[in-house]
């Protein structure tokens, strides 16, 4: 069983930053994960994502702004944030792919395990 623990989200101004972690039961080495984040009254969305092999996707309005990374001996999966802006507030979910292939890394079928999410909240 895989458990995915985020950690990290708040109340921040426009322009500040947010560091999210993501914990995990599991080498995040053997895994293709991901970031989503849903908004109230939208969709689950695709924020960004790291292969096994260690390539990043990033979501076009968060390109430039935010970076994913991995760190293979504390199992931990971080999305750096920075430039915040108030159409980012959402809840910010950690995911997990197990499969040999990333497959659609920016669709949230693909993923196999979820945490249960961090709130993230950028006031203006």
């Known amino acids: 069983q895989v458990q995915l623990v985020e950690s990290g989200g708040g109340l921040v101004q426009a322009g500040g930053s947010l560091r999210l972690s993501c914990a995990a039961s599991?080498?995040?080495?053997?895994?293709?994960m991901g970031w989503f984040r849903q908004a109230p009254g939208k969709e689950r969305e695709f924020v960004a994502h790291?292969?096994?092999?260690?390539?990043?996707y990033y979501r076009t309005t968060v390109k430039g702004r935010f970076t994913i990374s991995r760190d293979n001996a504390k199992n931990t999966v971080t999305l750096q944030m920075d430039s915040l802006k108030p159409d980012d507030t959402a809840v910010y979910y950690c995911?997990?792919?197990?499969?040999?292939?990333?497959?659609?890394?920016?669709?949230?079928?693909?993923?196999?395990?979820w945490g249960q999410g961090t709130q993230v909240t950028v006031s203006s």
């Open positions: 599991v080498p995040v080495s053997n895994y293709h």
């Open positions: 995911a997990a792919n197990g499969k040999y292939y990333e497959g659609d890394y920016y669709n949230s079928e693909t993923y196999d395990y």
């Open positions: 790291i292969s096994r092999s260690g390539i990043t």
